[in-house]
């Protein structure tokens, strides 16, 4: 509301209007995410501990999403800081949803934890070769990775390769993108400082 209409804001009254809503258990299960971070910033110590009941009893659900199941363990590792629980939810997770968005979130962290460009290089190809038809999900991580490629390969002044790269890019906006980052870098990135290659 302060954003949209710029009302005053009222902490206490939108708490108000939070307890009201999730007396309702429709709508503690429908605004899930919402009602958990309620419960979270809520100064009652009675929340805290409800929060922990209220967890225990959605996870046991089995119509859960990934991205609840996923809500679910991130509350456990990051709010409660129950390792041990987080990591069973997330080997559900893995159980549950075996092509999940989890596999492209874990392929993004070891891309961007790989410190050699040969070994990028390696998680890009191997993960193209195994997508036919990427969900848009994956076109984006692949648009991601091969960007990153072709800017690295600039970098060391393989432009042949770093256009092959650049042309993967499917996403007409990432490719524009990715492109006026090089051209930025190479012009010394500013009118008055001396450019690498023009």
């Known amino acids: 509301g302060g954003y949209l209409f710029g009302l005053e804001r009222n902490a206490e009254q ?11 258990p429709a709508s503690r299960n429908k605004l899930a995410q919402a009602y958990f ?4 910033q809520s100064k009652e110590e009675a929340d805290k501990e409800r929060l922990k009941t209220e967890l225990a009893t959605f996870i046991e659900r089995k119509d859960l999403s990934e991205n609840e199941m996923m809500l679910a363990k991130n509350m456990y590792e990051r709010t409660l800081k129950d390792a041990e ?3 069973a939810i997330y080997a559900q997770i ?6 999940g968005s989890w596999k492209t979130t874990e392929l993004r962290t070891a891309f961007n934890n790989e410190k050699t460009l040969a070994g ?3 998680l890009y190809k191997d993960f193209a070769a195994g997508v036919k038809m990427p969900t848009k999900e994956e076109e984006q991580l692949l648009d991601n990775m091969a960007s990153t490629l072709a800017s690295n390969y600039a970098d060391t002044g393989d432009y042949v390769t770093a256009k092959a790269y ?7 906006s990432a490719k524009a993108s990715s492109l006026n980052n090089l051209a930025w870098k190479l012009a010394g990135e500013g009118i008055d400082k001396k450019p690498i290659d023009v």
């Open 14 to 24: 939108a708490t108000a209007f939070s307890k009201k809503e999730f007396e309702n």
């Open 120 to 122: 990028k290089e390696k």
């Open 94 to 99: 893995k159980q549950r949803f075996p092509n």
């Open 85 to 87: 629980k987080a990591k």
């Open 166 to 172: 650049f042309q993967k890019i499917r996403n007409n």
């Open 37 to 40: 971070f309620h419960l979270m």
